[in-house]
């Protein structure tokens, strides 16, 4: 008979510069905590970076890895089974592509190893081209300018996917809910259950629970029809939908529609539907290099004087505006590189 020793998993977590450190953490007690109920070592666990040197963490924190990217590459020719690879990553992950790092994600997936991405991390599988056609989700701040680079992607607004063995995430503790059902996957829902106890923490979430409503409201939408409504709209930024077939859709009238969102947002439904599209393009700004002419056919604006106008009155900024900041930042860096 097999013992909790016999089924010990290895699992490798790869640590992009920036990672989140709350989202790593989260994933790691859960491990932890899974060998503390369960009463032995089920789970160990390396830390992983492209070089093997020491990473930081998106908030200043360094940590020290086990094993640089060549060396977790090897661990298979020296017999050592790995059952899953995760990717951490958090700001910036544009700038923290990597070949190799494709090379090993695309070598473990032909192995038929579990692979995860945690946070921004679904931006690296994809890269490597190991989410077409694959549920996956991101934060929901990255949302828009993922939906647009990886448009083959399924991407979702819940807290995390599993689809044929890739395991998502939106990052913060969705990736503690991601691993307790992977936890459960192999040791049962009762050991989930005693981890959350011990990391006091209410309930295990379901994966089909949403990370937020779009753009930030003063209050919760209770009403079910109106978040069906603004759901619509958010998968509707490049053809806007007429107002009349979007009250049609939920299944309330148009003017029932004009008044729950009165009363809901505070705005009518056109306005709010203009704040989507502004929010989507402000991400599109801020995190890809599209050009403004894009971004506003991306987000529904039939010209780039429309969009900038619109824009303006809601952001009190033109869009080259917003993206200056980010160059500047960009280029500080880049400077601050070469004088070091």
Known sequence: MKTASDT???????????????AFTSALEALRLANQVIGDEVYEWRIVTRDGKIVRASCGLSI??????????KLRTGGVKL???????????QDHLDRTLDAWLRECRSQRIAIGAICTGPYLLANAGLLVDKRCTIPWENYPSFAEVFSDAQASPQIYE??????????????????LHIISEHHGPDAARKICQQAIVGTVRHR??????????????????????IELMSENMTQTLPLTLLA?????????????FQSNTGCSPSRFYVKLRVERAKALLEQTAMPVVEVAIACGFTSSSHFSKVYRTNEGETPIQTRKPKRSKDLMASSTAMSA
């Open 8 to 22: 010990k998993k290895l699992i490798l977590f790869y640590l992009v510069p920036e990672f989140t450190l709350l």
């Open 64 to 73: 020290t890895p086990d094993l640089s990217l060549t060396e977790a590459r």
């Open 83 to 93: 059952d899953m690879a995760i990717v951490c990553a958090g700001r910036n992950v």
């Open 162 to 179: 599993v689809d044929d063995g890739i395991y998502t995430c939106a990052g913060g503790t969705s990736s503690l809910d991601m691993m």
């Open 208 to 229: 089909s629970e949403r990370q937020r409503l779009p753009f930030s409201l003063s209050q919760d939408i209770k009403h079910r029809a109106l978040q069906a409504a």
């Open 248 to 260: 049609k859709k939920v299944g309330i009238s148009r003017r029932q529609m004009e008044r729950q």
